[in-house]
């Protein structure tokens, strides 16, 4: 089937967690844009896009074609000239310090402590609320090495979802955990995306590097659509060109999954 929109996910999968795009994540992405349309997911606030992804690519007509979804799809934005936010779904004041509390038990009770941080640690980012272990302005170098298998964020994950089972919890970028209303998740982002776009789930395709369960991709393969994992932005660079010279030469038959499988 004709694939008519290519989900991405943000940290781990265009950069590197919290840096902007690299030249060439910048020109693919671009390219894409001139033969379908693309959206972008994470849990990062508007802001991150801002600095990550939307200031390294051209401002020209292909931005029409970008949906943007910042904090697990709990806000979309779309370019019409200048970018307008469609929808929010905000936490209430009272919600948001369940969530805060919740998670300074958690972590203790997980037993893991950080020798040093660089600023805030729980950030609200007003639909969402993001745990950051080492802090949001961490070193990259820092932040890769804290988790890289995601053991200790699963154990406050554990603790969070008997803590706080109204609201929904998930792993993302390289230290943090995403918490959210309950059914607010990827699989929330890509319904949206497919009422608002009005493409169905079969002619999507998601990218990210977070599929597994209980990862902040996995909701989205859950919702159905095709999944390609990837290990960091250069592995995503190889699948965009696949998903290019595919389109360009109408391969549309071809699975997309396999192409993951080479990288």
Not at 42 to 55: D, M, N, R
Not at 108 to 135: H, K, N, P
């Amino acid at each position: 089937m004709l694939k008519k929109l290519i989900v991405f996910d943000l940290d781990g999968t265009l950069a590197a967690s919290k840096s902007p795009l690299d030249a060439e994540m910048s020109l693919l992405l671009h390219d894409l844009l001139g033969v379908v349309k693309v959206a972008v997911i994470s849990g990062g606030a508007w802001l991150q896009f801002e600095k990550q992804v939307l200031s390294k690519l051209p401002q020209d007509e292909h931005l029409a074609k970008l949906s943007i979804l910042p904090t697990c799809g709990t806000e979309f934005f779309q370019y019409t000239g200048e970018w307008k936010k469609l929808y929010s779904e905000d936490l209430s004041a009272e919600e948001k310090q369940k969530i805060v509390s919740s998670l300074k038990k958690a972590t203790e009770d997980a037993g893991f402590s950080v020798a040093e941080t660089w600023g805030e640690t729980i950030e609200d980012r007003g639909s969402q609320v993001t745990y950051s272990a080492l802090g949001q302005q961490a070193p990259l170098v820092e932040k890769e090495k804290w988790d890289a298998d995601f053991s200790k964020r699963k154990k406050i994950k554990t603790i969070l979802d008997t803590l706080i089972p109204e609201f929904s919890v998930r792993l993302g970028g390289a230290t943090s955990i995403d918490v959210t209303k309950p059914g607010i998740d990827k699989a929330y982002g890509i319904k949206k995306l497919q009422e608002t776009l009005g493409i169905s789930i079969k002619e999507m395709i998601y990218v990210g590097d977070a599929l597994f369960v209980g990862g902040n991709d996995y909701p989205a393969e859950q919702a159905g659509v095709i999944s390609i994992p990837v290990q960091g932005p250069n592995e995503t660079k190889r699948v965009i060109e696949a998903i290019i010279a595919c389109l360009d030469d109408g391969e549309q038959t071809r699975s997309f999954a396999r192409t993951s499988e080479t990288l």
